[in-house]
């Protein structure tokens, strides 16, 4: 690990972040049919930001486990500081590919190389790939990322390999708050499923004026500092759905 990775594990990010309705067939899923997968499953994971530590555990497992190039992320934990008057709260959040249901990164490919599996996941073709950066600009989250060992498109697939083999995520087997939960949103009885449910509405995605429909779900997000953090102007605001 470089001296700029060890500061970045540690360092103080920023963050936005909000609530959205989940859309279930879009536009761009009319346009970009979606390829492979289980048509039956939606892969989707909960984060409790309670439960994170900010170990960073599960970036280091995902940079070893996906073979990540140095000053690249497919999955990092963001620490930031908020004011509140005379109250400091010290905040970390997990972040990802939300592996969005609207893909703003998906259609802007010439290609086709990154396209929706039926399961829901988010991926890229690296064979087909030319690299020209296009998706990495139409995502609002900053998740992806040129690989500059591939010189293809890079980002969160969900542990595809591990999923096909039965595992979950390595940044879920790694967490060591328990954080982080992993499952198939079609399933009543996955974990996952189970937790967004309990949440009763207050589970939040990132960014909901975007309209990506995220399939990443943050639990414990703190309304009090919405919009304060600087430089951005919206942090999360209450869902009007949970998923
Ligand atoms: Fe695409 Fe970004 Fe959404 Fe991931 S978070 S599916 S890279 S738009
Ligand atoms: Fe498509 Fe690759 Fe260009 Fe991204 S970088 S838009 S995946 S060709």
Redesign the pocket.
């Known amino acids: 690990m470089t001296h700029s990775r060890r500061d970045i594990l540690k360092g103080i990010g920023t963050i936005t972040a909000g609530a959205a309705a989940i859309v279930a067939t879009t536009a761009a899923e009319a346009a970009n049919p979606r390829q492979g997968g289980d048509p039956d499953r939606r892969w989707g994971m909960v984060v409790d930001v309670r439960k994170c530590i900010g170990c960073q555990a599960c970036t280091i497992s995902c940079i070893m486990e996906n073979k990540v190039p140095e000053n690249s992320y497919r999955t990092i934990v963001a620490t930031y500081e908020v004011k509140d008057g005379d109250r400091v709260g010290t905040y970390v959040l997990p972040r990802l590919c939300n592996h969005c249901s609207n893909p703003p990164?998906v259609p802007?490919?010439?290609?086709?190389?990154?396209f929706q599996q039926k399961d829901g996941a988010v991926v890229?073709?690296g064979d087909?790939?030319?690299?020209?950066?296009?998706?990495?600009q139409?995502c609002p989250y900053d998740a992806?990322f040129?690989n500059h060992e591939t010189n293809?498109?890079d980002k969160c697939t969900f542990c595809a390999h591990r999923l096909a083999a039965g595992l979950l995520p390595a940044c879920v087997e790694t967490c060591v708050g328990g954080a982080r939960t992993f499952g198939d949103l079609n399933d009543p009885n996955s974990t996952a499923r189970k937790l967004l449910d309990a949440a009763k509405g207050e589970a939040k995605v990132l960014k909901p004026e975007q309209g990506t429909a995220p399939n990443v779900f943050y639990i414990g997000l703190d309304d009090r500092f919405q919009g304060r953090v600087e430089g951005h102007q919206t942090l999360w605001q209450p869902s009007k759905t949970h998923g």
Do not use: H, K, L, S
């Open positions: 990164c802007v490919c010439p290609v086709g190389a990154t890229v073709d087909r790939c030319v690299g020209c950066a296009y998706c990495v139409a992806r040129i293809t498109a």
